[in-house]
């Protein structure tokens, strides 16, 4: 396994000490997220269950919490309005688990390989539409409008990624769209709305919402560089499996604008039809053409990025923590 090539900025603390500060939070979104979770439906009841003990970071409820903190907000609202993103954020992960007909996630079986791809999807669509129950109770405009133009854009990203699978055309602009859609921009929407709760200035919210959207293109960005340089024990999914699943992810891109003209045709040829033949070969030609590297580099500039968003906010414990998950975000090596 070779991960020394994310850990290249020095953190301010660790994901451990960031999450010692959100502890109280997170203890009580993760109730929430168990209680609003229930249905009277047996098989929702299930995955539901099985969702929750497959763990995760809960990174974007943790991310809204922090910002909030930052932002000096001392009430309530940002339990729920955390329980919402990380409601939508796991809809998304059902139904991309169906779409690429994943059977691993975070080292457990996916849902849709327990119980079917029906299952899941609407098990999905049951998350969705619980979140928007839960943005209704907080009886907000702003918010709601924020999340509900969000979760569209998320469909959005998820319908363009489609459209990339098997493209072997696919160049870096179009893949970043794919990313700002997809990923970035709930991370985007969980520091604004932290900011909005916490009354910022709007320079301060739209501040925060950048420092979301740039952490949002450094985390997927360095998670697609770990299906080339992890191990399928570390990362919790099968090494690979971007390739195989036909998607041009960064590394490739980079790869294919250097290799020689045999190595281009063999990665062409993957991504268009899948598969995983020629997988040593492949991650070979990658790291010799420095591919890992570049990709590295773009993810720690969304990073830095990220990190200079946070210039204007007041200086907090809670702030600092913001700074060493932009830090984390490159450096993870899951």
Not at 82 to 87: D, G, H, N, S
Request: hydrophobic letters at 45%; a negative charge; one cysteine or more.
């Amino acid at each position: 396994m070779n991960t020394s090539v994310l850990q290249t900025i020095e953190p301010v603390g660790d994901f451990a000490s960031v999450r010692a500060l959100a502890e109280g939070d997170m203890q009580r979104i993760d109730a929430l997220i168990r209680q609003r979770l229930a249905s009277d439906v047996v098989l929702i009841n299930q995955i539901a269950d099985h969702i929750i003990a497959s763990g995760g970071k809960r990174l974007r409820p943790m991310l809204h919490a922090l910002a909030a903190g930052a932002a000096g907000y001392n009430g309530d609202k940002h339990i729920k309005l955390a329980t919402v993103i990380e409601f939508i954020h796991t809809s998304t992960l059902l139904h991309d688990d169906v779409v690429d007909e994943s059977d691993l996630r975070r080292g457990r079986k996916t849902a849709n390989a327990l119980w079917g791809n029906a299952a899941s999807v609407l098990v999905g669509d049951f998350l969705y539409s619980r979140s928007f129950q839960l943005m209704v109770e907080l009886d907000d405009m702003r918010i709601m409008r924020i999340l509900a133009d969000t979760t569209n854009t998320i469909a959005e990203g998820e319908v363009l990624q489609l459209l990339n699978i098997g493209n072997a055309d696919v160049d870096e602009a179009a893949y970043l769209a794919v990313i700002e859609r997809k990923t970035a921009v709930l991370f985007a929407a969980a520091t604004q709305l932290g900011g909005l709760l916490g009354g910022l200035p709007e320079s301060q919210v739209m501040a925060l919402r950048h420092y979301g959207m740039q952490l949002g293109y450094a985390f997927q960005i360095a998670d697609d560089l770990l299906d080339y340089v992890s191990d399928s024990r570390t990362l919790g999914k099968n090494i690979g499996d971007d390739l195989a699943e036909g998607k041009p992810t960064l590394p490739l891109i980079y790869a294919m604008q250097r290799v020689g003209t045999e190595e281009a045709r063999e990665m062409r040829h993957a991504i268009e039809h899948g598969g995983l033949d020629s997988l040593d070969h492949i991650l070979k030609a990658i790291h010799d053409s420095g591919a890992i590297e570049r990709t590295r580099e773009c993810a720690m500039r969304h990073a830095r990025a990220a990190r200079e968003a946070l210039a204007s906010l007041p200086a907090s414990s809670y702030r600092e923590a913001l700074a060493t998950l932009a830090d984390y975000s490159v450096q993870r090596t899951f």
